[in-house]
Antibody, heavy 115, light 110 residues
Framework: QVQLVQSGAEVKKPGASVKVSCKSSGYTFTSFGITWVRQAPGQGLEWMGWISAYNGDTIYAQNFQGRVTMTTDTSTTTAHMEVKSLRSDDTAVYYC????????WGQGTLVTVSS | QAVVTQEPSVTVSPGGTITLTCGSSTGAVTSGHYPHWIQQKPGQAPRTLIYDTSNKHSWTPARFSGALLGGQAALTLSGAQPEDEAEYYCLLSYSGGRRVFGGGTKLTVL
């Protein structure tokens, strides 16, 4: 069965970086893209960007351009999303979602940014 | 960046019918925006109910349907159940592949 399993919760200090992973299984990894979404506490969903697992092409939301890097590792069927220069308002649950139909979501990874 | 608008909250009676809408600041929503509808219950990960305007996943209850109505994307719930209480988000695609979520609609079944 298709599964997207994300890495565990992280606590980071302002200015640091965090890398969240999304391990895919149960399907041909390179046939789909991965979208990253985040949700701040008590807030709505925010689209961060997309990566093609086929060729690594990326599209980032303007809000994250230059601060977020999405990558894939086809050998481990894992997508990664790194956020640099963390701020307190980056505290959120980060989700990965299989594209283009959004049919599978990861369980979410809580990233807490606090001094 | 485009702004996607949804009703902040709606209430439906059990067994009733309700339509949630999703508009775009750039103009009419079309099939080219590939509207998705996502349901999220408290403490849970989101799950996608509808993709590309009106297509359902295998887990999507038959009482949910998606369409384009009056220049907006619409999610209709026919025969609301208590378990349908949740936040509903629409997601639209724009040129260049960027996508934007609406602010979400809190659905209460009461």
């Amino acid at each position: 069965q298709v599964q997207l399993v994300q890495s565990g919760a992280e606590v980071k200090k302002p200015g640091a970086s965090v890398k969240v992973s999304c391990k895919s299984s149960g399907y041909t990894f390179t046939s789909f893209g991965i979208t990253w979404v985040r949700q701040a506490p008590g807030q709505g969903l925010e689209w961060m960007g997309w990566i093609s697992a086929y060729n690594g092409d990326t599209i980032y939301a303007q809000n994250f351009q230059g601060r977020v890097t999405m990558t894939t590792d086809t050998s481990t069927t894992t997508a990664h999303m790194e956020v640099k220069s963390l701020r307190s308002d980056d505290t959120a649950v980060y989700y990965c979602m299989r594209d283009p139909r959004g049919d599978y979501w990861g369980q979410g990874t809580l990233v807490t940014v606090s001094s | 960046q485009a702004v996607v608008t949804q009703e902040p909250s709606v209430t439906v009676s059990p067994g009733g019918t309700i339509t949630l809408t999703c508009g775009s600041s750039t103009g009419a929503v079309t099939s080219g925006h590939y509207p998705h509808w996502i349901q999220q219950k408290p403490g849970q990960a989101p799950r996608t109910l509808i993709y590309d305007t009106s297509n359902k996943h295998s887990w999507t209850p038959a009482r949910f349907s998606g369409a384009l109505l009056g220049g907006q994307a619409a999610l209709t719930l026919s025969g609301a159940q208590p378990e349908d209480e949740a936040e509903y988000y629409c997601l639209l695609s724009y040129s260049g592949g960027r996508r934007v979520f609406g602010g979400g609609t809190k659905l209460t079944v009461l």
